[in-house]
């Protein structure tokens, strides 16, 4: 079963700094669009960075200059460095990725999956 899991949320104060990382696992041929998004309590879900492999990436207008993403794809992991941190960056952060898995005997098909979420709270 294909999982995506993320760590590195928690606490931080304004103007701090955390890293996010997401790997994928389980069995599946290909990874392609990888990226982060996020909620706030009362809003939609956001885009925050997204990048296809081997592509440019695209971030959210509100964390341009600020985080910084990355993908290592053999590892089948993905990072979110977040600098300069503001209170309005407060959300769950979810990872995000188009996964190639095999469905039957010989069917190939590509999927979107989400993570489990972890909290980000920047408060002082």
């Known amino acids: 079963q294909v999982q995506l899991v993320e760590s590195g949320g928690g606490l931080v104060q304004p103007g701090g700094s955390l890293r996010l990382s997401c790997v994928a696992s389980?069995?599946?041929?290909?990874?392609?669009?990888m990226g982060w998004y996020r909620q706030a309590p009362g809003k939609e879900r956001e885009l925050v960075a997204v990048?296809?492999?081997?592509?440019?990436?695209k971030y959210g207008d509100s964390v341009k200059g600020r985080f910084t993403f990355s993908r290592d794809n053999a590892k089948r992991m993905v990072y979110l460095q977040m600098n300069s941190l503001r209170p309005e960056d407060t959300a769950v952060y979810y990872c995000n990725a188009d996964i190639q898995i095999q469905i039957g005997d010989t069917g190939i098909e590509w999927h979107e999956y989400w993570g489990q979420g972890t909290q980000v709270t920047v408060s002082s």
């Open positions: 990048s296809p492999r081997g592509g440019d990436t």
């Open positions: 389980g069995s599946f041929f290909d990874i392609n669009v």
